[in-house]
């Protein structure tokens, strides 16, 4: 290994890249320690011996996320870039032996890299003020209504100011683009994780009703609130379907392009309730809901579904079209998928740190699967 640099160190600069206070010399550093485990299996090992590494990476990989998704968190920035390694075993198991059609093209025309998003949104106000949060330092942003909006360390903070009075009820919305994730506190205590190309809307007095509209992927940890002795319910809508919930956490994807409104909880409990009906169900922690033409309620791998929330992407015989839809919001790119591989699928776990080349180049290794990056352009072929 090239690198020697502690695992606190690391940790804490793959923590300061997560909510957006990282520098480029940190960044520069990270990308470095990042490098340094293709450096092992391309260079320093035989063909066998790499082989025999990854596999005993991926089943210590294994044996940790055994212990739960809560302990993982505080482990996985360690190994974020040992899972580019545990991916191989799913992608190929067998060594390199020529640069792959992304890292030629790379080498050949030296293109801008494609990056992976970072902490980007905009605010707008309920007056139509629109606020890019990526560009705001720390610190005060608006003052509306009986709340203080605020943020810090790449998080967005609403905080009641008990003196000011309560007008008529308004309203924020807080959108990421393509290529952009954030945090939101909101007035509630309720904690919101937005991934890319999503959008929350909610009022700024919750005491008069908890309920936000989402656009997109987010995972919530809801706070427990109560008036005149009777807890208040939090209530989500998105795409067809609506959520009530009490306190609990849970992750909601409801993009537009998706086949399904996918729901999945990790504690407590949730109602989902189709739009527009009556139909309901109830799911319980380790469950999920895929909302379409009706509601199908199925076991689901709970690290997986809030993976992009924890820095990682995780998938599990993913077809090429549901892998590359992820790709394209993450990395802000577009996508275009030739007929004959867009039903291929592959699985795999890695970070969400690295250039989108490190993720095509292992999908490459298979030899089924070609990649050609033309500007923000991804053509994909067999």
Known sequence: MSSNKPDREIEHLAAKWQNGTITDEEKE????????????????MSPSETIRREKSIYAEIVR????????????LPRVAAILILSAGI???????????????????HKPKPIVPGGN??????????????????????????SLSVSKRSGQLTYLTDASSATEKTAYHTISTPKGGQFQVNLPDGTRVWLNAGSSIRFPLDFAKGRRVELQGEAYFEV????????????????????????????????YHDEPFTRTTLLEGSVRIKKAGTEEHVMLRPGQQALVNEDIRVSQADT????????????????????????????????????????NRRFGGTLSRFGQISTLLGLMEKTGVIHFKIEGRRVIVMP
């Open 223 to 254: 706070a427990s609130m109560r008036k005149a002795g009777k807890k208040i319910p939090f209530t989500v809508s998105s795409n067809g379907q609506q959520i009530d919930v009490l306190g609990t956490h849970f992750n909601v994807n409801a």
């Open 120 to 145: 980007k949104a905009v605010l707008t106000l309920a007056d139509g003020t629109v606020i890019p949060l990526d560009q705001q330092s720390d610190g005060l942003l608006a003052n509306e209504q």
């Open 29 to 44: 550093r990270l990308d470095a320690w990042y490098a340094s485990f293709e450096e092992i299996s391309d260079k320093d």
């Open 90 to 108: 799913f992608y190929f198991n067998r060594p390199k032996t020529e640069k792959t059609q992304v890292e030629a093209t790379m080498a050949v």
């Open 303 to 342: 690290e997986k579904a809030i993976a992009w929330q924890r820095g990682y992407f995780s998938f599990d015989n993913e077809s090429v079209e549901s892998i590359m839809r992820t790709v394209s919001r993450w990395y802000d790119v577009d996508v275009v998928i030739n007929d004959q591989i867009r």
């Open 64 to 75: 940790k996320e055994r212990i739960g998704y809560t302990r993982l968190r505080s482990w």
